[in-house]
T-cell receptor, first 116, second 111 residues
């Protein structure tokens, strides 16, 4: 049981490049989300999904796209990277409804992205 | 979801209890109090949650005041590994609501 897996762990992009951050979970969780964390700040929600085919915007969605074709995967796409997107990105998953013994969100270990 | 207020930083001696306060004066009747922590830029880790009764698990205890306007997370015997940022979050457990993180409390456990 791997939990939430994020790839890559580190990435350097040039301004204007595009890339996809991968997130996969093997816990059959309906809910998945992406956060970004800037130095000295708390986490801010980018996009989230409550199931396959359903996505919605969070607090800071501009410059990011998501899709949810399967329950397991929730990739985050940067269409044209900007230096302001330099951050640490965390993916999280959770059951939609609390189940016996299952509480809280499970977070991945993060992707550290630098845009130069 | 209700907002929370936490002190920006706290110190604790190793082996002593760490008591981390959180104010949530606008909490609604169906909102739970959740605690997470983040150790040195790792992904946040779920600690505990509660509605109105005190809760305890293998990691910590959660004390919620009778009026539910504040709570305290207790790490009974803090270790150096407990040095982290601790986030108090209130939200409805069964909704599609998202976790809204504040800046949390930076707990430093000192030898």
């Amino acid at each position: 049981n791997a939990g939430v897996t994020q790839t890559p762990k580190f990435q350097v992009l040039k301004t204007g490049q595009s890339m996809t951050l991968q997130c996969a979970q093997d816990m059959n969780h309906e809910y998945m989300s992406w956060y970004r964390q800037d130095p000295g700040m708390g986490l801010r929600l980018i996009h989230y999904s409550v199931g396959a085919g359903i996505t919605d915007q969070g607090e800071v969605p501009n410059g990011y796209n998501v899709s949810r074709s399967t329950t397991e995967d929730f990739p985050l796409r940067l269409l044209s990277a900007a230096p302001s997107q330099t951050s640490v990105y965390f993916c999280a998953s959770s059951p939609l409804l609390p189940r016996q013994g299952l509480y809280g969100y499970t977070f991945g270990s993060g992707t550290r992205l630098t845009v130069v | 979801d209700a907002k929370t207020t936490q002190p920006p930083s706290m110190d604790c001696a190793e082996g002593r209890a760490a008591n981390l306060p959180c104010n949530h004066s606008t909490i609604s009747g169906n909102e739970y109090v959740y605690w997470y922590r983040q150790i040195h830029s790792q992904g946040p880790q779920y600690i505990i949650h509660g509605l109105k009764n005190n809760e305890t698990n293998e990691m910590a205890s959660l004390i919620i005041t009778e009026d539910r306007k504040s709570s305290t997370l207790i790490l009974p015997h803090a270790t150096l590994r407990d040095t982290a940022v601790y986030y108090c979050i209130v939200r409805v457990a069964t909704s599609q609501g998202n976790l809204i993180f504040g800046k949390g409390t930076k707990l430093s456990v000192k030898p």
